[in-house]
């Protein structure tokens, strides 16, 4: 099982994420942030590596990474 997958947006997941940052502008998400919010919510994941507190603020739990 990989550790990751890169996925291609496609337009429609291009067009949500981008509906997502017009909406939510006042966050000053990016347009990375929101696509990846849309992604991982038709995905239906609860987890992210992440340090963004956007993530944490939409509800997703951060993983932080582990330290060597």
């Known amino acids: 099982m990989p550790l990751l997958s890169v996925e291609w947006i496609a337009e429609v997941l291009h067009r ?28 239906g994941l609860r987890d992210v590596l992440a340090l963004d507190p956007h993530f944490a603020e939409a509800g997703y739990r951060l993983l932080p990474p582990t330290r060597a």
């Open 16 to 43: 949500k994420g981008t509906e997502r940052l017009l909406r939510e502008d006042r966050r000053r998400l990016s347009l990375v942030d929101c696509v990846s919010l849309e992604f991982m919510r038709a995905q």
